[in-house]
């Protein structure tokens, strides 16, 4: 078709998974279109200021922005066979040619035949219904750490946190070494949902933990001018007096849910799991879909840890690579043991447990077997 780009593997998304994906792919021969729809490499671990927990294998003790360097600096080495672009965002697949179109930017589109796809698209912030959400200085927790820790711009003065979830207690934290006071962190379970580390440091500020409380509403006409929390029973209803809260942000940090659009258009057969946080594809052992040309990693795949998202990725590589015959099927299986050892070590644990119920939902071992 005049006008359509090829190549050998397309990977949609530029964060951990992607990646790593594309660094597997390259490593291993294939020529690589990696599209990303940010200004920048890296995704989520651009934001990231704290220092990883998990595996050596992982980089566990270095600092997000540091990883996203790292693999940065090793895809260099494969300029020669990887082409990125950036500020561009996949928009379509089309099932009847595995055609994928391409904005980048405004203004200049394009559409690009892949023989393969890694689906590295990663995830949304959930958001919560309730009145005057709509209000400017209501935010999701990835836009506050963007703002802080991408542009070095702090959101407000004084900020009410909804979610005591891991990303919650983190951006808490970066919030208060920025200068910024949390006035509370509302949850809406009676326990805290995230590492007890991260707990601690918030606490040991002094910040206080509404378990069973919920937001109510914002205040304000024309941005945030308060919130109203409110305690709830175990149906989730509420209870007891209204209180007040004097602050000019809201963050949101209730969870994610993966970015599969591009999937159900593919046809790709897809399952809710809600250990996973949400509609997943299914996948084998190597990360394809129930699509022949169509692989799937990091939190499109289901809701980790960036880690295990890293490691997704590579599996995918490899099976891209496996899959058009590029590199030696000795070094494929050589590659494959040692990565799905290393997320099996990363799912270990209470939190690993509940992923790994939640893989057993949408696993195969391998399709057409």
């Given at each position: 078709m005049k006008g359509l780009r090829q190549t050998e593997v397309l990977v949609i998304g530029g964060g951990p998974a992607g990646l790593s994906a594309s660094l597997e792919a390259a490593s291993l021969?294939?020529?690589?279109?990696?599209?990303?729809?940010?200004?920048?490499?890296?995704?989520?671990?651009?934001?990231?200021?704290?220092?990883?927990?998990g595996s050596k294998d992982e980089r566990a003790g270095t600092r997000g922005f540091k990883i996203?360097?790292?693999?940065?600096?090793?895809?260099?080495?494969?300029?020669?066979?990887?082409?990125?672009?950036?500020?561009?965002?996949?928009?379509?697949?089309?099932?009847?040619?595995?055609?994928?179109?391409?904005?980048?930017?405004?203004?200049?589109?394009?559409?690009?035949?892949?023989?393969?796809?890694?689906?590295a698209t990663g995830a949304q912030e959930r958001l919560l219904p309730f009145p005057n959400n709509h209000l400017p200085g209501v935010y999701g927790a990835g836009a506050v750490q963007t703002l802080m820790n991408v542009?070095?711009?702090?959101?407000?003065?004084?900020?009410?946190?909804?979610?005591?979830?891991?990303?919650?207690?983190?951006?808490?934290?970066?919030?208060?070494?920025?200068?910024?006071e949390i006035a509370g962190i509302v949850e809406a379970m009676d326990r805290v949902g995230g590492y007890w580390v991260h707990a601690a440091k918030v606490r040991r500020m002094g910040v206080p933990i509404y378990l069973r409380h919920t937001i109510k509403e914002a205040l304000g006409d024309r941005v945030v001018a308060g919130a109203v929390i409110q305690e709830i029973d175990d149906r989730f209803q509420p209870v007891g007096k209204e209180i007040q809260v004097d602050v000019d942000i809201i963050c949101m940090a209730v969870g994610l849910t993966p970015t599969c659009e591009l999937l159900w258009q593919a046809g790709c057969e897809m399952v809710f799991v809600p250990q996973l946080c949400g509609h997943v594809a299914q996948r084998d052992l190597f990360m394809r879909t129930s699509h022949p040309d169509i692989w799937v990693a990091g939190d499109a795949a289901g809701i980790e840890e960036a880690s295990a998202a890293m490691v997704e990725g590579r599996i995918a590589g490899v099976g891209v690579a496996r899959s058009l015959g590029k590199g030696d099927s000795s070094e494929h299986s050589k590659r494959l043991e040692e990565y799905r050892r290393r997320l099996a070590d990363l799912r270990g644990g209470e939190v690993g447990q509940k992923i790994c119920q939640g893989l057993e939902c949408c696993t195969v071992n391998e399709w057409g077997v």
């Open positions: 021969g294939c020529q690589v279109t990696l599209v990303d729809s940010d200004l920048a490499l890296g995704g989520q671990l651009i934001k990231q200021t704290h220092k990883f927990f996203s360097e790292i693999l940065l600096e090793e895809l260099e080495r494969y300029k020669d066979r990887v082409k990125v672009h950036m500020n561009c965002t996949a928009t379509g697949f089309y099932r009847e040619d595995g055609v994928v179109s391409c904005v980048i930017g405004e203004d200049e589109y394009f559409r690009i035949k892949p023989d393969k796809i890694v689906m542009y070095g711009v702090a959101p407000g003065k004084r900020v009410l946190m909804v979610g005591a979830g891991n990303i919650g207690l983190i951006v808490s934290y970066q919030l208060m070494q920025a200068g910024v």
